[in-house]
C-alpha cells in the first residue's frame, strides 16, 4: 500500500510565506515525476507546480516567481515553498507523485497517486 501524507497548509496574511511538503510510503521502487495541484472552491483542480525525477521544474503562470517546488528522493518527498501569497492562492493543495511500484512478487508497475489534500487560506 502506498500513501502520500502531506503537511503544512494553514491560514497565512497576504504577503506570508508556507511550505508544504508531502512524504511517500509503502512499496515503493522508484518515484518518477511529482507534482502539486490545487483546487478552490467552485473551480477545478489546477497544476501549480511539477518536478521530474531528473529535477526539471515547471510552474503555472500565476506562481511563477513566488513558488518553488523541489524534492528530496532519500526521503521520498516533495516540497512546495510559497512566498508572497495572494488571496487568490486559496484552495486545497493536492501532492501527487507518478510512482513504480514493486510487489510481493517483485513485479513492477506504474501508478499515480495522490494525496489527501492540505488547506490553504491566505486572507487579504
Known amino acids: 500500500q502506498v500513501q502520500l501524507v502531506e503537511s503544512g497548509g494553514g491560514l497565512v496574511q497576504a504577503g506570508g510565506s508556507l511550505r508544504l511538503s508531502c512524504a511517500a510510503s509503502?512499496?515503493?521502487?522508484?518515484?518518477?515525476?511529482m507534482g502539486w495541484y490545487r483546487q478552490a472552491p467552485g473551480k477545478q483542480r489546477e497544476l501549480v507546480a511539477h518536478?521530474?525525477?531528473?529535477?526539471?521544474?515547471n510552474y503555472a503562470d500565476s506562481v511563477k516567481g513566488r513558488f518553488t517546488i523541489s524534492r528530496d528522493n532519500a526521503k521520498k518527498a516533495v516540497y512546495l515553498q510559497m512566498n508572497s501569497l495572494k488571496p487568490e492562492d486559496t484552495a486545497v493543495y493536492y501532492c501527487s507523485a507518478d510512482i513504480r511500484i514493486i510487489t510481493d512478487s517483485a513485479a513492477l508497475y506504474d501508478r499515480d497517486y495522490w494525496g489527501q489534500g492540505t488547506q490553504v487560506t491566505v486572507s487579504s
Open positions: 509503502g512499496s515503493i521502487f522508484s518515484i518518477n515525476a
Open positions: 518536478i521530474t525525477g531528473g529535477g526539471r521544474t
